[in-house]
């Protein structure tokens, strides 16, 4: 795989850190996005220099678009340009529907659609110019099927695959790929409040039997970056919990 300048969100815990993991170990030029885990992206910063891999890290809330376009004047102006923009940052809320607030749901879909709206655009304008790039986003299985106590987050997620889809079409013009990357049950942090039994019983629903790793992730959008025949999919990655 070519030598990329790659921007991941949401990059210093779980899915988006072994993403940034997977790809800085590649050759990549990988900016880590991150927010409140400073002492997280450190580590991983630490993590790789072991293995004498540099990996840049850039503070800055994505659901601020005054912070994101500072953070790709950033790249810009060091690296000259972004070849892949993964966006991963989110968060999740468990809540009854019926007690959800406004409050919950701005928070919720600025933190997980509005920031793709806003970090897509501000890097596609570059990509644009150098008619080329990927933009892949991660969202999940329950923007496909729903999720009881989860119905904010399950909006969010149907949305990014909606964006990925028209972007792919809009995009397509420039040379720039598309797509998302759906997530079944992934082992990370995010996933804590699940008991032992809870995921058991969510393991018998799988077919493969298991939940997934971040690594399993990791893997597929190192897949996307290396074929350029893949556009405006929905990469669902879930041990077949959905087909």
Not at 50 to 57: G, K, W
Not at 62 to 83: G, P
Request: proline share 1%; charged share 25%; with cysteine.
């Amino acid at each position: 795989m070519e030598n990329k300048v790659i921007l991941v969100t949401g990059a210093s815990r779980g899915i988006g850190r072994a993403i940034a993991k997977e790809l800085a170990l590649e050759g990549n030029i990988v900016i880590a996005n991150y927010n409140k885990s400073t002492e997280k992206a450190q580590e991983l910063k630490n993590e790789l220099q072991r293995e004498n891999i540099e990996i840049d890290l850039y503070k800055a809330d994505v659901s601020k678009r005054t912070e994101v376009e500072n953070m790709i004047d950033y790249i810009i102006q060091k690296y000259k340009k972004i070849d892949v923009l993964v966006n991963n940052a989110g968060i999740d809320l468990v809540k009854l529907f019926t007690e959800v607030t406004d409050d919950d749901w701005n928070y919720v879909i600025n933190n997980n659609l509005y920031s793709v709206f806003c970090v897509s655009q501000a890097v596609s304008k570059h990509m644009i110019n150098a008619k080329s790039g990927l933009i892949i986003n991660i969202s999940s299985i329950f923007g496909q099927i729903g999720a009881s106590c989860e119905s904010i987050y399950a909006v969010s997620k149907a949305g990014i695959d909606g964006l990925t889809k028209s972007l792919a079409k809009e995009l397509s013009l420039s040379n720039i790929r598309v797509n998302s990357i759906a997530p079944g049950l992934i082992d990370t942090e995010m996933n804590n409040d699940l008991s032992e039994e809870d995921i058991k019983n969510v393991e018998l629903e799988i077919p493969l039997k298991r939940i997934g790793k971040t690594e399993e992730i990791a893997k597929t959008v190192k897949m996307l970056i290396e074929c350029d025949y893949i556009t405006g999919q929905v990469i669902a990655v879930n041990g077949g919990w959905y087909m």
